[in-house]
């Protein structure tokens, strides 16, 4: 890959930063959000080259995507995957050793196979993280959870699969280019809903929302960590 796209990837990560860091200033927060950067359907190579910028958490999508791609590249790289999971790839998917936080659980099938992957996998000392997602748009397209039911969902995880751990709820969100998206309000407030049902505090149960159209409205609000790929590594072909 030649020396003007890694650089390009590395101003494209300061630039992203710097934007969620004056989000989170303007919000008045004290945490600064966790960047995640998406690389689904790019080559390792850029994985590669914002890896040598100091990136260290990417998303990926696809289950044999992930797998192979993590099999090439550093064994320090924290994997989310944020994909539409079937049950019957669990077992891959928990192959990767450096799998950090699973975002996409929506329905229990999920979670019970993840759990007894993660369970089964010999090359995992620590229970696997996994975050809830949540259909905050209500568009059929998406994935998710209804919104009300993340509580239920999340119980079954807490209570049920005592190889995960559940870090939080995840969502997509909608296409609405207010300051104060509605989709993320309703975010914030299924994680009121779960926190109560479980009896922890909102604030031990982080949100991921935020992409490359709406991230700092979405740290603005209230995000833990937002997920971008085109702003990073550019445009991707129609489906993905
Ligand atoms: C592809 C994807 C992203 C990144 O989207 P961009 O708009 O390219 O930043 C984030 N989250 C999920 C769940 C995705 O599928």
Redesign the pocket.
């Given at each position: 890959m030649s020396t003007n796209v890694s650089a390009g990837i590395a101003d494209a990560l300061r630039d992203v930063s710097a934007r969620i860091d004056a989000a989170a200033k303007d919000a008045q927060r004290t945490s600064t959000p966790r960047l995640v950067a998406?690389s689904?359907t790019k080559p390792a190579e850029m994985v590669q080259a914002a890896y040598g910028a100091g990136q260290r958490h990417f998303?990926e999508?696809y289950v044999q995507e992930l797998v192979t791609k993590a099999s090439t590249l550093p064994a320090d790289i924290r994997w989310h995957f944020?994909?539409a999971l079937q049950s019957n790839k669990a077992k891959l998917l928990l192959n990767v050793p450096n799998l950090y936080l699973v975002?996409?659980v929506d329905r229990e099938k999920t979670a019970s196979a993840l759990n007894k992957a993660a369970g089964a996998a010999e090359n995992r000392t620590e229970k696997l993280r996994v975050l809830v997602q949540v259909n905050t748009s209500g568009e059929e397209s998406k994935a998710g959870c209804a919104i009300g039911t993340a509580a239920e969902l999340a119980e079954y995880v807490a209570q049920s699969c005592e190889h995960l751990v559940l870090a939080g709820l995840m969502t997509?969100g909608a296409p609405d280019k207010s300051y104060e998206p509605a989709a993320f309000a309703s975010l914030v407030r299924e994680r009121e809903a779960v926190a109560a049902r479980l009896g922890v505090e909102a604030a031990s149960l982080e949100l991921s929302m935020g992409?490359?159209?709406d991230f700092e409205a979405a740290v603005r609000m209230g995000s833990d960590s937002v997920?971008?790929?085109?702003?990073l590594f550019g445009a991707?072909q129609y489906p993905?």
């Open positions: 998406v689904k998303g999508n944020i994909g975002e996409s997509i992409m490359s159209g997920r971008v790929g085109s702003l991707r993905a």
